[in-house]
């Protein structure tokens, strides 16, 4: 069983900047595909960025060039690093492992919210 806990996520000024965590728990954290997604109000969850075990990176189009992806596997934890944030990217960011002949698993969302 791994349980995913996102961190990281508050109040930004539009063109601000922040770096939400994913924290796993479990073994074999560096063979889990890692990505982060995001859902806005009314909106369909939708897909950020990935990262593989084998560190193969894809974003967005939306988000390239302005988010990057990263991991640190002795610290089981995935980073997502927001810049130049826009307020209608206010959302729940949400982590999302997979391994392969293993259950999806997702954390429980961190909260991106714009201030005036």
């Known amino acids: 069983q791994v349980q995913l806990v996102e961190s990281g996520g508050g109040l930004v000024q539009p063109g601000g900047s922040l770096k939400l965590s994913c924290v796993a728990s479990?073994?074999?954290?560096?063979?889990?595909?890692m990505r982060w997604y995001r859902q806005a109000p009314g909106n369909q969850r939708e897909l950020v960025a990935a990262?593989?075990?084998?560190?193969?990176?894809n974003y967005a189009d939306f988000v390239k060039g302005l988010y990057t992806i990263s991991r640190d596997n002795p610290k089981n934890t995935v980073y997502l690093q927001m810049n130049r944030l826009k307020p209608e990217e206010t959302a729940v960011y949400y982590c999302?492992?997979?391994?392969?002949?293993?259950?999806?698993?997702w954390g429980q969302g961190t909260q991106v919210t714009f201030s005036s």
């Open positions: 479990g073994s074999d954290f560096s063979k889990y595909a």
């Open positions: 990262l593989g075990a084998s560190d193969y990176t």
């Open positions: 999302h492992g997979r391994r392969l002949g293993y259950r999806d698993y």
